[in-house]
């Protein structure tokens, strides 16, 4: 992420009238970081759930169109890759079975995720032994939880739901701990029930053992499932507002009516258009986890109150652009009858401008993310 040594530089840029000197650092970051990949590699026998897994964590209904096949035996011997909706950055690649490594292209993965629905054994130490030699990280998952616990249910009179657990995750590292895995981290998840169990802390140790561009792509791909994912969108968002203000003033210079400052529509109609998708308001979302939680997109939608929020267009981004500017408009205007000065301190007010539009809509967008989450049942 840029410091603020970068962003002090870009200011100056600005302020110096070097407008196309800005661009080119900002087109440079905007690049780097578009272009960063996340590959996720899931690794568990046939039936240990690895289909519900993949489809739970990308955020689809296992009946999807695209959607990892669930309940069918395992006949390929290729892995599947399967990409986040709407987001090229990040794929998750289910391989075939827990036979000899061999033949595992370990440079393809950023971190790979051992998956079980009973007891880790011999083939899971082995895997994760080379795995580590190769440096990449490396997580157990049990699945299938609550079919354990149903399970305890019926067969114990005292049944308690904390000491079952604990007892499932003592099993899990006693066992790996015989395999030689030294401090294995275990995460307890259900594909159904996501809001329960690890499913949310293994989604924060996953993101924060990633370095800054990949944690910014995997956190940006991720389905809202917690109020956490949602701040931790908010932050990685307005960290790059700056350099989203500085770019648009200092690309082009597109007359707006009432308002003479330097702004590139389109590069925000685009930015904040992203943003309703990472934080889950787009039309393609809203269906995905309508269809998930059993309610109506327009249940949820319900809930989305902020302007940009609910739609985004030129017309629009126009208008919320003009509210927000008050008297630099004035000020725009009269720097209109200065040549090179004028345009310089233009690009200046716009970028004043535009910042604070989009930290508005940022933190707007994050409320209305939040509300759906509730509204979903997705939080208790």
Same mark, same amino acid.
């Given at each position: ?103 595992? !292209? +370990? ?13 880790? /054994?011999?083939?899971? $130490? &082995? @895997? %994760? ?68 169990? !690890? +499913? ?13 561009? /990949?944690?910014?792509? $995997? &956190? @940006? %791909? ?159």
């Amino acid at each position: 992420m840029a410091g603020v040594a970068e962003r002090s530089n870009i200011v100056s840029l600005l302020n110096g009238g070097y407008l196309s000197a800005a661009a080119e650092q900002l087109v440079s970051y905007f690049t780097n970081s578009q272009g960063t990949t996340v590959h996720i590699a899931v690794l568990g026998k046939s039936g240990s759930g690895k289909s519900a897994f993949i489809n739970a964590l990308r955020g689809v209904h296992d009946n999807d169109t695209g959607a990892a096949p669930t309940g069918q035996k395992e006949t390929t011997k290729e892995p599947k890759m399967y990409k986040y909706p709407d987001k090229d950055t990040v794929t998750i690649s289910e391989l075939p079975g827990l036979g000899s490594s061999q033949h595992l !292209d +370990f440079n393809c993965y950023d971190f790979f995720i051992i998956l079980s629905s009973g007891r880790f /054994k011999n083939k899971h $130490f &082995l @895997l %994760a032994i080379e795995i580590q030699k190769k440096n990449k990280k490396f997580y157990f998952v049990r699945a299938k939880v609550d079919r354990d616990l149903n399970r305890a249910k019926r067969w114990k009179k005292c049944y308690n739901e904390n000491q079952t657990l604990a007892k499932l995750r003592n099993d899990c590292v006693v066992s790996l701990r015989k395999g030689v895995i030294e401090s294995p981290q275990v995460f307890l998840i259900s594909s159904w029930n996501l809001n329960k169990f !690890d +499913f949310g802390k293994m989604l924060e140790v996953l993101e924060g053992d990633l370095p800054d561009l /990949k944690r910014r792509a $995997f &956190l @940006l %791909a991720l389905p809202n499932f917690t109020v956490s994912i949602i701040e931790k969108k908010k932050a990685v968002i307005m960290d790059e507002i700056w350099k989203v203000g500085g770019l648009s003033a200092a690309s082009a210079v597109v007359p707006i009516p009432g308002l003479s400052i330097a702004c590139d529509i389109t590069l925000l109609v685009c930015t904040i258009s992203s943003y309703r998708t990472h934080f889950g308001l787009d039309e393609d979302s809203l269906g995905r986890l309508a269809k998930r939680v059993g309610k109506t997109a327009e249940q949820l939608r319900s809930v989305v109150s902020s302007t940009l929020g609910q739609q985004v267009s030129s017309d629009i981004i126009k208008e919320v652009l003009i509210k927000t500017s008050g008297m630099k408009v004035l000020l725009s205007k009269v720097l209109t009858y200065l040549p090179f000065v004028g345009q310089v301190a233009a690009a200046v007010v716009s970028y004043d401008t535009i910042n604070s539009m989009l930290n508005t809509a940022v933190e707007e967008m994050a409320e209305d993310a939040k509300r759906m989450l509730a509204k979903s049942l997705l939080v208790e």
